[in-house]
T-cell receptor
Framework: GAVVSQHPSWVICKSGTSVKIECRSL??????MFWYRQFPKQSLMLMAT?????????EQGVEKDKFLINHASLTLSTLTVTSAHPEDSSFYIC??????????FGSGTRLTVV | RKEVEQDPGPFNVPEGATVAFNCTYS??????FFWYRQDCRKEPKLLMS???SGNEDGRFTAQLNRASQYISLLIRDSKLSDSATYLC????????????FGTGTQLKVEL
């Protein structure tokens, strides 16, 4: 079956630093990757959609200069949280869409900014 | 009005009980519908897709009513392992194939 590997699974960083989260599709080509954020007791909120080789499309209210998304290949997408602040602490999850497998989620990254 | 609305629960039920979750969605042009299960601090996992004719997978039955923009999930003979948050998820179309998630309904199955 389709597997999306997401790393790191958790990270603690200091305010002002940047954190990079990677998502790799291991056995299929992900034409589209979605990045979500989930705060405690809330649902997943879509942050942005990226298609391989093109710029990401950000949802309203999501700062594209703060959340940098790169989808340079059909198997790898990265999300970099720049100049992280405590309010960016959240659970970040990627999802890859493939025409054959539908939507496959990564295991998530729990970010804590101190 | 939220795009996808669910009763947050929690639903506390005894083992063996039948429990039903409801969900409503706002966009009548929505194209596809799913139920996902999310365990605490984990990623969501697809439980089942929901089809207009209704569909069943073992103890789980999903129904879709497009006219009422309403989706349901029925779990029969609840197991302790069914304890989780159940997310109603809708692809609202409009390009991009984006999924919109409900806030989830928490289920606790007890002895």
């Amino acid at each position: 079956g389709a597997v999306v590997s997401q790393h790191p699974s958790w990270v603690i960083c200091k305010s002002g630093t940047s954190v990079k989260i990677e998502c790799r599709s291991l056995d299929f080509q992900a034409t589209t990757m979605f990045w979500y954020r989930q705060f405690p007791k809330q649902s997943l909120m879509l942050m942005a959609t990226s298609n391989e080789g093109s710029k990401a499309t950000y949802e309203q209210g999501v700062e594209k200069d703060k959340f940098l998304i790169n989808h340079a290949s059909l198997t790898l997408s990265t999300l970099t949280v720049t100049s992280a602040h405590p309010e960016d602490s959240s659970f970040y999850i990627c999802s890859a869409r493939n025409i054959n497998y539908g939507y496959t989620f990564g295991s998530g990254t729990r970010l804590t900014v101190v | 009005r939220k795009e996808v609305e669910q009763d947050p629960g929690p639903f506390n039920v005894p083992e063996g009980a039948t429990v039903a979750f409801n969900c409503t969605y706002s966009n009548s042009a929505s194209q596809s519908f799913f139920w996902y299960r999310q365990d605490c601090r984990k990623e969501p996992k697809l439980l089942m897709s929901v089809y207009s004719s209704g569909n069943e997978d073992g103890r789980f039955t999903a129904q879709l009513n497009r006219a009422s923009q309403y989706i349901s999930l029925l779990i029969r003979d609840s197991k302790l392992s069914d304890s989780a948050t159940y997310l109603c998820v809708v692809n609202m179309g409009g390009g991009g194939n984006k999924l919109t998630f409900g806030t989830g309904t928490q289920l606790k199955v007890e002895l």
